[in-house]
């Protein structure tokens, strides 16, 4: 059950002009689940996209970047899970050349326009036969609205399917912002997370798309861990399919900070989505630092804690247990954190309540085990920090951890 | 249940000349259990610590370094368990300070000889009251035999006491060397762990035995992690009380290295000791990362494998899901890694078993799943990894990850 989020109705999902999903059930590890999407984009879209820094990236990861840097046009994404070919070396790259060599001819487009993403277990080879044959099915329900469908088709260890879709008028003109993604476990994005897709029709010249797409990945999928594994299939992809009424060329037409919002805001939806599903998760957990000396020290501190197994356990038991914010604060790696001057506070944006934890290296004078044990019953809790020495901020979003995740990662695959 | 780890019985744990230890309860935070230690050192002794890094340490933390750093002779240390003084600013040092006061009148020795050491519960306050009326009781039972008693006094969420002795004959004379150790979770020490005491017979001047502290926390307590988390109370501390036949003071002297060996050994007991008995322990791993180029990245990796939720849940449940090894190793922040010269084995040193499992980026070409199986269905496994870049190496001890775990850090406290 994911911490207050249901996944939207089919008819929510606006279509995107120019885009295109179709799934099929090609057995890539289980009988009659759809396990295989494609998603065909037409003539003219852009396509950016920001992938993990895992040095084990998969090799549909190491294709993908290959062919955006080429600058090439892309005419379609593949997309499986089950399998991760990664950590597949040389074999799993041929592998995934191979899936997009019978895409591009099923399609009538070239090899090198399709992008290939894997998401499953890592270190078994991709049953690329069964793969290919799945194609012309996937094919065959080609749909505009195919988003539900895909939505579901890309989750693994997901217990609900995630999928935004945002509409807005700019400058007097619609936009659509359609996307998905996946995830629950081995989540700590560098760079991405595991499976993001988002689409809008509007035009976005690709120098503008390719800033786009790192500036709305640093405030969504970059913000957000399970579990401190980073990935290996990271990929977060965004398509201005150029279909619609809008088009922004060099970022200074009327409306490019409205578009970019809407954008941003649909990431963070996609995002956030993960969190709420992250495997066994009870509550969604924001850890808000601020008063850093720099952006990188307020990440530490905010990781140091969201990665914390005897913070998250606390979170999980609702117990107040909030010495083990401070033990995690005081290890992450600031040598020079004068302790004194941090303050800690629990929040509930739900509730409107705030509570003032610790001060002066301490426990706060005012606190009340009644309330921090109040606060941290509620489903959704943020930990705010300020390290009282500068300006800058960073936010993570994590969730508990809870038997069910044991359950979930002693199980899964076995 | 501890991974292979009994403790020794009473009379397996010598006395060691000049140190005599005492136990009663306090009431600190449960009735009618031991949790208040004290050990007296006679004249003479020479004592070094190492202490945790965290910046949230414990005032007693602070206080033992201040005194350590003044050179004072210390004549006794005052051990409780329950509440760790840990976030609890000036009030907490107050608290210490107290503590050691009563101590030192009750022993008739300065305050300011005395080290304080305190693990439990961060961010409550120290009942002082209570613990300055133990005092006389644990000075009352004070004897060269408490070793056994003490080390089931210090005890919090451990099942198992954790205590080490060694006896030799160096040089023709008789040495002993006897310790204690306690700490199952938030272990990921940075400096020395949770509470490691050891204590010889030997004479051994300050500056060698300062020297002799550092070395052999780095290759003992600095080398476990149950959870990653940095305790705020770690302190291991190393005692020669001078009162038996064999003297160093410069290192020169013959018998020096075999001395050191004998030390070094009983702190890796000592520290191993609560990795087998981490919280929810049931196996307990040896990460062995070689062919680095500096110890540094050697150590990144294997902590990057070591603290991966996703490898250690692996662990728990048998199941060879190895790529999680290999995303873990990507993640390690070794930027420049090339993965196609990454070797990995798992290996139980029980059973002589050895299986390749990944080279050339991906799954090794004569890796069988049921030979990774029954390695991980072994209660002792080291991975190694070879990074195939140059000749430094280090070794990470850790368990693996249970709903115990869970259970007990969700029940913890409350």
């Known amino acids: 059950m994911p911490v207050c989020y249901t996944t939207p109705a089919p008819e929510e999902l606006r279509p995107v002009a120019g885009v295109r999903l179709g799934v099929a059930a090609a057995g890539i590890r289980k009988k009659d689940r759809e396990d295989l999407t494609l998603v065909a984009l037409d003539p003219g879209a852009s396509v950016a996209g920001v992938f993990t820094q895992n040095r084990f990236c998969a090799a549909p990861v190491a294709l993908c ?61 991709l049953p690329v036969g069964r793969l290919i044959a799945g194609l012309p099915a996937a094919r065959q329900n080609l ?22 879709s945002k509409q807005a008028v700019i400058a007097g003109k619609p936009l659509t912002v359609t996307g ?3 995830g629950a476990g081995m989540i700590c994005p ?13 035009a976005i010249a690709p120098p503008l798309l390719e800033a786009l797409v790192k500036e709305a990945a640093n405030q969504s999928f970059n913000c957000i861990s399970v579990d401190g594994d980073t990935s290996t299939n990271d990929s977060f992809v965004l398509v201005a399919s150029g279909r619609g009424a809008l088009s922004f060329q060099t970022g200074e037409e009327e409306g490019w900070a409205e578009a970019k919002a809407v954008i941003i805001e649909a990431a963070e939806i996609l995002a956030q989505a993960i969190i709420r599903d992250g495997e066994g998760a009870t509550k969604f957990i924001t850890v808000a630092v601020e008063g850093g000396r720099s952006e990188e020290e307020c990440r530490l501190a905010a990781y140091a804690i969201a990665h914390s197994p005897l913070v998250k356990t606390a979170f ?6 909030l010495g083990r914010i401070l033990a995690a604060l005081g290890r992450a790696g600031i040598g020079d954190l004068a302790v ?3 303050r800690v506070w629990l929040e509930s944006a739900g509730k409107n309540l705030r509570v003032l934890v610790s001060e002066n290296g301490g426990r706060a004078a005012s606190y009340r085990e009644e309330d ?43």
Do not use: Q
């Open 65 to 125: 970047r290959e062919r955006l840097a080429a600058g090439k046009e892309i005419r379609a994404f593949v997309i499986n899970t089950g399998i991760a070919n990664a950590g597949t070396g040389e074999p799993g790259r041929k592998a995934a050349e191979a899936v997009c060599m019978a895409a591009g001819e099923l399609l009538g487009v070239p090899a090198a326009s399709i992008l290939p993403f894997s998401t499953g277990v890592i270190l078994e080879p």
């Open 143 to 164: 749909a505009p609205d195919g988003w539900y469908r895909a939505a579901h088709a890309i989750m693994t260890t997901d217990t609900v399917a995630k999928a935004v």
């Open 180 to 182: 998905m993604s996946k």
């Open 190 to 202: 560098n760079m991405a997370t595991m499976l993001g897709f988002l689409a809008t029709d509007a």
């Open 316 to 321: 999980f038991a609702s117990d107040p247990n």
């Open 340 to 342: 004194e001057g941090v």
């Open 372 to 414: 921090g044990g109040a606060l941290m019953r509620e489903a959704e809790i943020t930990v705010r920090v300020d390290l009282g020495r500068g300006g800058a901020r960073a936010k993570i979003y994590t969730c508990d951890f809870s038997h069910e995740y044991v359950r979930i990662n002693a199980d899964y695959r076995s």
